[in-house]
Nanobody
Framework: QVQLVESGGGLVQAGGSLRLSCAAS????????MGWYRQAPGKQRELVAV???????IIADSVKGRFTISRDNAKNTVYLQMNTLKPEDTAVYYC??????????????WGQGTQVTVSS
């Protein structure tokens, strides 16, 4: 079994910062990428940022320059540093990992989600 456990969400005022963490655990052979998606009420889930095992990143235009994604491969952990937060960043943030588990094909795994609320 593979699990993704997120932490770090919460309530913050506009202009503030939060740091999200997501740790992958279980029977993992290799991790291709880890990243963050978000879903606001009434909207579709959208990509926020992704980082590959080699360190390449994809950052959504809406958060570019404000959010930074990083990864600790030894700990199978991905971080999302969110600065200059805006009310429109309010959403449930989901961790995602594209990985190969023991005895399984490469698949997508999701965390349970963590709420980020930015007040104006």
């Amino acid at each position: 079994q593979v699990q993704l456990v997120e932490s770090g969400g919460g309530l913050v005022q506009a202009g503030g910062s939060l740091r999200l963490s997501c740790a992958a655990s279980g029977k993992i052979l290799s991790i291709n990428s880890m990243g963050w998606y978000r879903q606001a009420p009434g909207k579709q889930r959208e990509l926020v940022a992704v980082i590959t095992s080699g360190g390449s990143t994809i950052i959504a235009d809406s958060v570019k320059g404000r959010f930074t994604i990083s990864r600790d491969n030894a700990k199978n952990t991905v971080y999302l540093q969110m600065n200059t937060l805006k009310p429109e960043d309010t959403a449930v943030y989901y961790c995602n990992s594209h990985l190969m588990g023991r005895g399984t094909a490469v698949s997508d795994y999701w965390g349970q989600g963590t709420q980020v609320t930015v007040s104006s």
